[in-house]
């Protein structure tokens, strides 16, 4: 066990190859089942006999454990120790996963999928961990980038293996298939890690700060995920909610400030560039996560395209990742990361800007050339702004600086998803009245169809029909390119605070920890 302030010497040879397997596994295992379940909803809603709203708790018990568990990650390395808490937590979600796909009742299975994500929490900022901690600093960014592929590979193949599954074996698949993928991975890591365990003090729980956690996190949970099905604000649940999770933020953020040992050490924000990087990364990550939720929902509910195609539509993001990634782990130390980061933002601004010419006539070469820049801009993405994020962190800070920098980030993607889709929707709602106003004067080419249908025969009736779903095309790709356009703004906005940080070159973390955590 390596004592307080004990420098790990880097792994070397088939032990680092293999922790570095180990630890990469678990994170794609999470991050995979943040996903999975998304096109798996109206199956499993069908075989239990509930709703398909109802059935969404699938997704969202999951969400809100999960970001419950991600903060304590710091309290739980220091009471447990990085390597017991890893591999915990990873056995902890492969028995959840078999308990998941068993599971008679949404009752039960939503239980299960609390239990899974309160497991998941700790693994993706103690895979970061581990990783730094197995590389010399000069390979920190190799590090990072072997992880990172992880990451921007899980979501592009969660809805296709989970609609594949669904499909063609049945939906307690997507949970079976963690239970190999898991126990490997957990003897991986616990084969080459198990030696060097962090040092382990019995500092007392925040009782309190958990409980503000668990309140403000649930009642602000809810509302992301109720807010659009309750019509937001008008609705007075969501009002209460709102209010709930506003009240109960400032309180737990009072308390975490003033007690002696917070559950979540917020002091962590007195850092320029984790503050700084933390909303960089943050909000662009919402904006880069709502995008890649919208983007394939256009496609199926207004190009014809089937989950599958859609699916095709945005591989190109993993597949250039992934062969980039490594270059750009290997420029951490030699390349200022805020000039990678700003390649990573001008590369999306220019993206969501080619998107928003999109019409409803766009082919799947239209379609895919952005999808392939996408992957360009991404290799350049997330290595750099974790470097900016933990240059100047102490490594025992680091699972903590994890878990509160994850959380945000989360958080900020749960956020972006829901207020993409309903702005989305309201642009169209207003497009719709606009383009059926044209349509009813005789204007544009809506109404020239429109009056072409009455001269071929076709009943008023037929004929506004025929018309009205050419309307709904136009209005929702009007919508969306809308969203893309605006989204394409806020990433060269975002350019100015990103400078603002400290440069991270060379070295990183501040004691030879790499920093790209």
């Known amino acids: 066990m390596a004592g307080p302030g004990t420098a790990l010497s880097p792994l070397r040879g088939a032990p680092l190859i293999i922790g570095t397997l180990g630890v990469s596994l678990a994170t794609f295992m999470t991050v995979l089942d943040s996903s999975i379940a998304n096109v798996s909803v109206p199956a499993i809603a069908g075989d ?36 017991r808490l890893m591999v915990s937590s990873i056995l902890l979600f492969v028995l959840c996963s078999w308990m998941c796909g068993v599971a008679p009742t949404l009752d039960t299975l939503i239980i299960a999928r609390v239990l899974q994500g309160l497991a998941a929490g700790p693994l993706i900022p103690l895979s970061q961990t581990l990783l730094l901690t197995s590389y010399p600093p000069a390979r920190a960014g190799t590090a990072m980038a072997a992880w990172g592929m992880t990451v921007l590979v899980a979501p592009v193949v969660g809805p ?66 109720l807010g659009k099905e309750l019509d937001w604000f008008e609705s007075r649940e969501i009002v209460t909610l709102a209010v709930i999770a506003s009240v109960g933020f400032l309180v737990f953020l009072a308390w975490e400030l ?55 539509a945005l591989a190109p993001v993993g597949v250039f990742a992934i062969m980039l990634s490594p270059w750009v782990g290997r420029q951490i130390g030699r390349i200022d990361p805020r000039l990678l980061a700003t390649l990573a933002f001008l590369g999306y601004a220019l993206v969501l800007w080619l998107r928003s010419d999109f019409n409803s006539d766009a082919d799947v070469g239209t379609i895919l050339l952005p999808t392939v820049l996408q992957g360009v801009a991404t290799a350049f993405y997330f290595i750099p702004l974790q470097a900016i994020i933990y240059a100047r962190l102490p490594m025992g800070r680091l699972p903590a600086a994890g878990g509160l920098s994850t959380f945000v980030r989360f958080t900020a993607g749960a956020m972006g998803t829901s207020a993409f889709t309903t702005l989305w929707e309201r642009r169209a709602v207003m497009h719709h009245a606009h383009l059926t106003e044209q349509a009813s004067g005789g204007q544009g080419a809506l109404g020239q169809s429109l009056e072409h249908l009455h001269a071929s025969g076709f009943t008023g009736e037929q004929a506004l029909g025929v018309v009205n779903r050419l309307i709904d095309q136009q209005a929702y790709t009007m919508a969306v390119t809308d969203v893309f356009y605006l989204s394409a703004i806020l990433y060269l906005l975002l350019l100015i605070p990103l ?11 501040g004691d030879g920890a790499g920093g790209s955590h």
């Open 499 to 509: 400078w603002f940080t400290s440069p991270a070159v060379g070295n990183p973390s």
């Open 258 to 312: 003033t007690d002696a040992h917070p559950i979540v050490d917020l002091r962590l924000f007195g850092q320029r560039n984790f503050l700084i990087g933390t909303v960089c990364f943050s909000v662009s990550y919402g904006l880069f996560f709502g995008n890649v939720v919208l983007l394939p929902l256009w496609l199926q509910q207004h190009m014809g395209y089937t989950a599958i195609w859609a699916g095709v």
């Open 48 to 83: 239990m006999g509930v709703s398909p709203s109802q059935g969404t708790w699938v997704i969202t018990s999951f969400a809100v454990a999960n970001a419950i568990s991600v903060p304590l990650t710091g309290w739980l390395t220091r009471r447990f120790g990085q390597v």
């Open 160 to 225: 296709l293996l989970g609609g594949w599954i669904t499909d063609n074996i049945s939906w307690p698949w997507i949970f079976y298939i963690n239970i190999p993928v898991g126990l490997l991975s957990a003897a991986m890591t616990w084969s080459v890690y198990r030696r060097r365990e962090s040092a382990r003090a019995r500092s007392p729980l925040d009782y309190i700060g958990l409980a503000l956690l668990v309140l403000w996190i649930g009642a602000l949970q809810l509302v992301i995920d």
